[in-house]
């Protein structure tokens, strides 16, 4: 079964760090672009980064920069959202999204979803 799995949400105090994970199962995850997404309460999925296959190309909202750092180790078939100085407008569930050139498609695949909380 191909899919996705994130780990490493979880609660934070706001300025703290989060690193996110997302690794594959059922498809070599290093052959994809991979992107983050999140959704907050009321509100619509957004891109939040992405890192593309080709050539390792990083892409980050305006909302994170500077702040979120996303990395892939294909040694361990990982891709990574580094999320510093994080703070409450952050708070939301977080998936991971596989597609050929960080644009999603109905081809996408999506993982389960993973919380982050920051609040003090």
């Known amino acids: 079964q191909v899919q996705l799995v994130e780990s490493g949400g979880g609660l934070v105090q706001p300025g703290g760090s989060l690193r996110l994970s997302c690794a594959a199962s059922?498809?070599?995850?290093?052959?994809?672009?991979i992107g983050w997404f999140r959704q907050a309460p009321g509100k619509e999925r957004e891109g939040v980064s992405c890192?593309?296959?080709?050539?390792?190309?990083?892409y980050y909202a305006d909302s994170v920069k500077g702040r979120f750092t996303i990395s892939r180790d294909n040694a361990k078939h990982t891709v990574y959202l580094q999320m510093n100085s994080l703070k409450p407008e952050d708070t939301a569930v977080y998936y991971c999204?596989?597609?050929?050139?960080?644009?999603?498609?109905?081809?996408?695949?999506w993982g389960q979803g993973t919380q982050v909380t920051v609040s003090s």
């Open positions: 890192i593309r296959s080709s050539d390792g190309s990083t």
């Open positions: 059922g498809f070599t995850l290093d052959d994809y672009s």
């Open positions: 999204e596989a597609d050929q050139a960080c644009i999603p498609s109905t081809k996408s695949v």
